[in-house]
């Protein structure tokens, strides 16, 4: 999800080194410095991955140093300049305000070849996937499986990786369009910086934290019906972050009992 973010505004004539800062959803911080004749602005992570932000100054009296808007992707707990702006005339006041959205995940991430995946659910089930890649339901354009399972039956970490963000509030679902962001999930970020999300989990029904370390084969939470489905099942995708702050699905290949890693098709099922 892009979260929109206020503007912040400040006026000031040039003063002695001042710094302000201002954070946003416990995920990141916009530090400036104001010298003399600039002001240096900053992005200041506060988590242990990666996300995608763009920002936008509007700003008098002051150049920015780079072309705006700008998209950055910002490193775990790290600080990096984003930009200065250069008072132009020092003896008047000047002020700015940002422009700032950002998703998690890394738009510069390249999914790790040759990875297979665990299929997320118990040794010795198998389950019909009734939804495939670029299925013509829900997927459009999209490399999203659907394994149909009741509800309740425990959902397994298929890569290892860091919880970084997680939802069970929801305790709805059915085909309606108001339910379509009202799914309960996991998103656990791979070391490649990809994410793999887990949706239309029951409610109550997720058993990891923000910032918890996950193997492939933990369970990480029970299926559901929550948000906007046909029945209950298992939605999964693995993705990266663009540019543009959205989404591009990755297809990956899976363990299967059969068959070996492979691609998955619709309408197949596959045992574990
Ligand atoms: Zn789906």
């Known amino acids: 999800m892009v979260f929109l973010l206020a503007l912040l505004s400040l006026t000031s004539f040039a003063a002695p080194s001042r710094v302000t800062s201002d954070c946003y959803d416990n995920t990141f911080c916009i530090d400036t410095e104001s010298k003399e004749d600039r002001v240096d602005v900053f992005?200041?992570?506060?988590?242990?991955?990666?996300?995608?932000?763009?920002?936008?100054?509007?700003?008098?009296?002051?150049?920015?140093?780079?072309?705006?808007?700008?998209?950055k992707s910002v490193s775990a707990k790290r600080v990096s300049r984003l930009l200065t702006l250069e008072i132009e005339d020092k003896n008047a006041g000047w002020s700015f305000g940002f422009n700032v959205k950002w998703i998690l995940g890394d738009f510069t991430a390249e999914h790790k070849r040759?990875?297979?995946?665990?299929?997320?659910?118990?040794?010795?089930?198998?389950?019909?996937?009734?939804?495939?890649?670029?299925?013509?339901?829900?997927?459009?354009?999209?490399?999203?499986?659907?394994?149909?399972?009741?509800?309740?039956t425990p959902v397994l970490a298929a890569r290892g990786g860091m919880v970084v963000d997680m939802e069970e509030s929801f305790t709805e679902g059915r085909p309606d369009a108001d339910l379509m962001t009202k799914a309960n999930y996991v998103k656990i970020r791979h070391s490649d910086g990809t994410i793999g999300n887990y949706v239309h989990l029951?409610?109550?029904?997720?058993?990891?934290?923000?910032?918890?370390q996950v193997d492939a084969g933990d369970v990480i939470g029970f299926s559901g019906n929550t948000g906007f489905t046909t029945g209950p099942h298992l939605h999964f995708e693995v993705y990266s972050a663009t540019r543009e702050l959205g989404r591009r699905t990755i297809p990956v290949e899976f363990n299967t009992n059969r068959r070996g890693a492979i691609l998955l098709k619709e309408g197949q099922y596959y045992g574990r």
């Not at 040759?114 to 089930?125: C, F, K, M, N, R």
Request: cysteine-free; aromatic content about 10%.
């Open 43 to 71: 992005v200041r992570s506060l988590v242990e991955w990666e996300i995608t932000m763009t920002l936008d100054v509007e700003s008098s009296n002051l150049t920015p140093s780079i072309e705006l808007p700008t998209v």
């Open 114 to 152: 040759g990875i297979a995946y665990d299929l997320p659910y118990s040794e010795g089930q198998e389950f019909l996937v009734g939804q495939g890649y670029m299925g013509n339901a829900t997927h459009q354009g999209k490399y999203a499986l659907d394994w149909d399972m009741p509800e309740g």
């Open 202 to 212: 029951k409610h109550k029904g997720v058993k990891v934290f923000i910032g918890q």
